[in-house]
C-alpha cells in the first residue's frame, strides 16, 4: 500500500523485512517498545520512524522517507496520535471479531448435527440475517443401528428469542428419543418441559422414528403441518394421522401416535412452515407444491435405479439431490419470508435375493443358510424369518420329493424379497414339463401344505406345464 | 445352524441342528435305538425342524412321548401349528414342565 505524505512524496508501508533490524528490535521489545522510534542518519534527518500499534502479535507501523527528512516534534506527535486512533481500531476488530467467533460456535451447537447418517439431508434458512440459527430446527438421532430419530420443530417468533428457546427444546427432545419410547411419548415429555421455558409455549414438533432396515416409520405431530411421504411409483401421502396440539397448550396424558411403511425409493420430507407458506397464498397450495416437488424427484431418483446409470444416477438418487430440487420448487423469488427447515430421508429398501440348488435333500441346509443370512441383513424379525425358513423348506422339499423325483441334476429357485413389512417368496421347479403326468401341485398336500398355509399369510401355488410355482407371503409387523 | 446329531442315552434322545429331509432318516434311527419308556425327545437344541422331522416324531407320539422344547422357537412353532404338542407332553427347557397334554 502507498499513501502520500504533506509534500507530494511517497510513503511506503512495509513488510517486515524492510523494516531495520535495529528497529525491528525496538518496536518488539516489551519494555522499550512504546513510544516513537526513528532510523537517524547522523544529520538531524531521518530514514523513517514507527510506533506500535497492537500487542500480540506485536503490530507496528513504519514510515520510511527516502531521501531521509527532518521531522519536527509536530509531525512525530501527530504520527503518535495516528497510531493510537489505528490501535485502538484494530483491538475493536479483533475483539469484535472474538465475539462473532463465540456467536457462530454457540449458534451452530444448537443447530441440528453437520454429520447425518446416510440416506438423510437437510436445508436450514434462517430469516433473520445475520443470524445463523432462528426459531425452526430440526434434528437427526442415531438411535440404534437401524433405528433413527427425526425432528423438525417451530418455535413462535423469530430472531434470537426464538433461536434460544430452540436450542433448549431441540437438546431436550434429542434426550426424550434417546430413551426410544416413541415419538408420542416423547412429545408428551416435551410438553412438560415446554411449560418450564418461557416463550415455549406454541411451539409445534414432528417426530418421528424411521427404522431404516425395514422402512417402518412411527410418527406423532405436535400441531405441526403434516410430513410428505413420496413414493417411487409417483404416489404420496401426507402423514396426518396423528395430529394433537402444539407443546404447552392443551394438557394430554398421551399424544397419539401413527405408523407408515416406507417402500424401496420412497421419501419422507419432513418440513416448517416457511417451506409452504407465502403471502397471499392458501397453506394447502404451498403444500401442494412441496408435494409435488418431492413426489416429482423421488420418481426422478427412481427412474434413474431403472436406467441404470450408475455415474448420472448416483448423484440424482443422493438425498441431498432430492433436497435442493423441494427448495428450488418452493423457494419465492425474493427468499423465505420465514425461518425455514426441512429434512429429507431417502429409503433404499432392501435388495431381493434369488437362490438355486440342486434338486437333493443335502441342498437345503445350504439353502436355509443363504436365505438366513439374506434375512438377518434385511432385518427381518426371527418370528416371520424363521416361518419362512420352514416355509420355503417345504416347497423345496416338496419340488425335489414330486416335481423332480430326486433327480439331482434339476433345479430349485427361490427367490424373495421384503419391501414395506410384506415379506415375500416364490419357490419355482421347472420339472414337470418333461414329464407331464408328475402333476407336481398335487404333491404339495397334506403336512407341508398345512404348515405352509398355517405359518405364512398368503400360500398360492400354480401349477402348469412348465412347472409349478409357489407364492408365499408373510406380513411383518412393525415392531415385531 | 449348527451340524445335525441325534444321541440316544437311556430313554432320552437328544437331538441339535436341522432336522430336515436329509436328516429325518437319522432322527429315525436315533429313536429307534433308545431304550426303554416314555421316550423323551429333547429338542430344546434343535435349530431347525420341518415336516419330514415332524412326520418321525407323530409315528411316537402314541407312546406317552415327551418333548422338550425352548418357547418361541422356530421349532416349537412347527410342533404347535402341526398338533404335535397336542399329541405329546410337553416341557419347556426355560420353564417348568407342563402336567397335563397341551
Redesign the interface.
Same mark, same amino acid.
Given at each position: 500500500m502507498v499513501s502520500c505524505d504533506g509534500n507530494g512524496q511517497a510513503v511506503a508501508l512495509l513488510g517486515r523485512g524492510e523494516v531495520p533490524d535495529a528497529a525491528c528490535r525496538a518496536l518488539g521489545d516489551p519494555v522499550r517498545g512504546h513510544g516513537i522510534h526513528v532510523d537517524p542518519d547522523g544529520a538531524g534527518r531521518v530514514h523513517g520512524i514507527g510506533a506500535l500499534v497492537g500487542a500480540l502479535p506485536p503490530t507496528a507501523i513504519w514510515l520510511r522517507f527516502e531521501p531521509a527528512r527532518h521531522v519536527p516534534a509536530i509531525d512525530r506527535a501527530q504520527f503518535l496520535t495516528l497510531c493510537g486512533t489505528v490501535s485502538q481500531a484494530l483491538q475493536r476488530a479483533k475483539a469484535s471479531d472474538a465475539q462473532r467467533t463465540v456467536a457462530l460456535t454457540l449458534q451452530r451447537s444448537i443447530l441440528g448435527p453437520a454429520e447425518l447418517p446416510a440416506g438423510f439431508a437437510v436445508r436450514y434458512e434462517p430469516a433473520v440475517r445475520p443470524l445463523e440459527v432462528g426459531g425452526d430446527w430440526y434434528d437427526v438421532v442415531r438411535l440404534s443401528d437401524r433405528g433413527v430419530g427425526v425432528v423438525v420443530g417451530d418455535c413462535v417468533g423469530r430472531g434470537l428469542p426464538a433461536a434460544a428457546v430452540m436450542g433448549q427444546l431441540r437438546s431436550a427432545c434429542r434426550a426424550l428419543l434417546l430413551q426410544a419410547k416413541g415419538p408420542g411419548a416423547v412429545l408428551t415429555a416435551l410438553d412438560g418441559f415446554a411449560r418450564l421455558i418461557p416463550g415455549a409455549r406454541c411451539t409445534t414438533v414432528f417426530c418421528a422414528i424411521v427404522d431404516k432396515v425395514s422402512g417402518h416409520v412411527r410418527y406423532s405431530s405436535a400441531g405441526h403441518p403434516p410430513a410428505v411421504l413420496a413414493h417411487a411409483d409417483g404416489g404420496s401421502e401426507l402423514l396426518n394421522g396423528a395430529q394433537s396440539f402444539p407443546l404447552g397448550t392443551v394438557p394430554l396424558d398421551i399424544r397419539p401416535e401413527d405408523a407408515v411403511w416406507l417402500h424401496a425409493g420412497s421419501t419422507l420430507l419432513l418440513y416448517t412452515d416457511g417451506l409452504v407458506e407465502r403471502r397471499g397464498e392458501r397453506l394447502g397450495t404451498g403444500v401442494a407444491r412441496a408435494v409435488a416437488a418431492v413426489a416429482a424427484g423421488t420418481v426422478a431418483a427412481a427412474g434413474t435405479v431403472a436406467l441404470g446409470t450408475a455415474p448420472v444416477g448416483t448423484a440424482a438418487r443422493q438425498p441431498s439431490a432430492l433436497a435442493n430440487r423441494v427448495v428450488a420448487a418452493t423457494l419465492p423469488d425474493t427468499g423465505y419470508d420465514d425461518d425455514v427447515a426441512l429434512l429429507i430421508y431417502r429409503h433404499p429398501g432392501v435388495a431381493p435375493v434369488a437362490v438355486t440348488i440342486a434338486a437333493e $435333500?443335502?441342498e437345503? =441346509?445350504r439353502l =436355509? $443358510?443363504e436365505v !438366513?443370512r439374506w434375512l438377518d441383513a434385511a432385518g427381518v424379525p $426371527? &418370528?416371520p424369518a &424363521? $416361518?419362512m425358513?420352514?416355509a420355503v !423348506?417345504?416347497a423345496c422339499?416338496n419340488a425335489?420329493?414330486h416335481a423332480y423325483q430326486f433327480d439331482a441334476d434339476r433345479q430349485v429357485t427361490v427367490w424373495m424379497s421384503v419391501d414395506a413389512g410384506r415379506l415375500e417368496a416364490v419357490v419355482r421347479d421347472t420339472g414337470s414339463w418333461v414329464e407331464p403326468l408328475a402333476q407336481p401341485a398335487l404333491g404339495l398336500r !397334506? =403336512? !407341508?401344505r398345512?404348515?405352509m398355509e398355517?405359518?405364512m399369510d398368503v400360500v398360492t401355488i400354480d401349477g402348469g406345464p412348465l412347472g409349478t410355482s409357489v407364492h408365499l407371503v408373510k406380513e411383518i409387523h412393525g415392531d415385531g | 445352524?449348527d451340524s445335525f446329531s441325534a444321541t440316544p442315552h437311556g430313554n432320552r434322545v437328544t437331538v441339535t441342528g /436341522?432336522v /430336515?429331509? %436329509?436328516t429325518a432318516p437319522m432322527l429315525r434311527e436315533a429313536l429307534q435305538a433308545a431304550d426303554g419308556r416314555p421316550l423323551i425327545v429333547d429338542l430344546s437344541g434343535t435349530s431347525?425342524l /420341518? @415336516? %419330514?422331522g415332524? %412326520?418321525v416324531l407323530f409315528d411316537y407320539a402314541g407312546d406317552g412321548l415327551e418333548l422338550v422344547l425352548t418357547p /418361541? @422357537?422356530?421349532v416349537t412353532?412347527?410342533l404347535e401349528?402341526?398338533g404335535l404338542t397336542k399329541a405329546a407332553r410337553i416341557r419347556y427347557s426355560a420353564g417348568p414342565a407342563l402336567d397335563d397334554h397341551q
Open positions: $435333500a443335502r437345503l =441346509r =436355509r $443358510a !438366513g $426371527a &418370528g &424363521g $416361518a425358513l420352514v !423348506g417345504e422339499t425335489i420329493e !397334506g =403336512r !407341508g398345512m404348515m398355517a405359518l | 445352524m /436341522d /430336515d429331509m %436329509a431347525f /420341518d @415336516s %419330514a415332524v %412326520a /418361541d @422357537s422356530v412353532l412347527v401349528v402341526t
